[in-house]
């Protein structure tokens, strides 16, 4: 009989405490498994020991390469699965395989007919969309803006022309330490009257989360800390 696995969201800010976040239920799945596949092995490490993980020398924790994941080491990772053992797979941030390396684990699984239980807990880009007051019934997540101007511009009209045409909502992230430099490029670059929600740290001792008109925003001086941070754009 196969095992099953596990998708296990984790904290979204680093001043979150486990219990605004981590369900007994989740929990109990954690202290059982020893077999996990991570991001990153040494904050995967300090996250199961918060949780009261003992022994943590003697778990199987499989970090990904998220550049150069082959098919082989998605087998290779997912071999207890075949043997009857359970493995989680740890986001970095929030919902495994949401804007989070894993997807592909999950794909094979199904494939081998696997068993897969996605775990309640946070996700970075839905609570902004909570907490934004825009519109919750159409939205798209579109990852990070791009570098390029000339392709940062295409899709900027690309995001203003849908939000006009079918009243949807933009959700964007990107790197803590760029976040100022997105901010003032949304602020001079969006229409007017469209509305711009920044949420900040959410669940953490820093949390901002503020909606306002692009036209409101101009008339403030704002500035963001190098924390992670989900950008909306709508109507």
Do not use: W
């Given at each position: 009989m196969n095992g099953t696995l596990y998708l296990v969201p984790v904290a979204l800010s680093t001043t979150s405490t486990l219990r605004q976040f981590l369900p007994d239920y989740n929990l109990e799945i954690i202290l059982k498994t020893k077999n996990f596949i991570v991001e990153n092995a040494r904050t995967?490490?300090?996250?199961?020991?918060?949780?009261?993980?003992?022994?943590?020398?003697?778990?199987?924790?499989?970090?990904?390469?998220k550049h150069n994941l082959t098919f082989e080491q998605i087998k290779t990772f997912t071999d207890p699965l075949l043997n009857g053992e359970d493995i989680a797979i740890l986001s970095e941030s929030?919902?495994?395989?949401?804007?989070?390396?894993?997807?592909?684990?999950?794909?094979?699984?199904?494939?081998?007919?696997?068993?897969?239980?996605?775990?309640?807990?946070?996700?970075?880009?839905?609570?902004?969309?909570?907490?934004?007051?825009?519109?919750?019934?159409?939205?798209?997540?579109?990852?990070?803006?791009?570098?390029?101007?000339?392709?940062?511009?295409?899709?900027?009209?690309?995001?203003?022309?849908?939000?006009?045409?079918?009243?949807?909502?933009?959700?964007?992230?990107?790197?803590?330490?760029r976040n100022n430099q997105l901010f003032q490029f949304l602020i001079n670059s969006l229409p007017h009257d469209l509305s711009l929600c920044v949420a900040m740290d959410i669940t953490g001792q820093d949390e901002s989360i503020k909606t306002k008109k692009v036209k409101d925003w101009k008339k403030i001086k704002y500035e963001l800390a190098k924390l992670p941070t989900i950008f909306l754009i709508g109507a």
């Open positions: 995967a490490r300090n996250f199961l020991s918060s949780c009261g993980k003992e022994k943590i020398q003697n778990l199987n924790i499989q970090e990904i390469d929030g919902c495994p395989c949401v804007a989070d390396p894993g997807n592909l684990f999950v794909k094979y699984a199904h494939e081998k007919n696997i068993k897969v239980i996605p775990l309640v807990g946070p996700s970075s880009m839905i609570l902004a969309l909570m907490a934004s007051g825009l519109n919750g019934q159409q939205f798209s997540f579109l990852g990070y803006f791009p570098m390029d101007k000339t392709e940062r511009e295409k899709k900027l009209q690309q995001i203003i022309k849908n939000i006009n045409t079918f009243d949807s909502t933009a959700i964007f992230i990107e790197t803590p330490y």
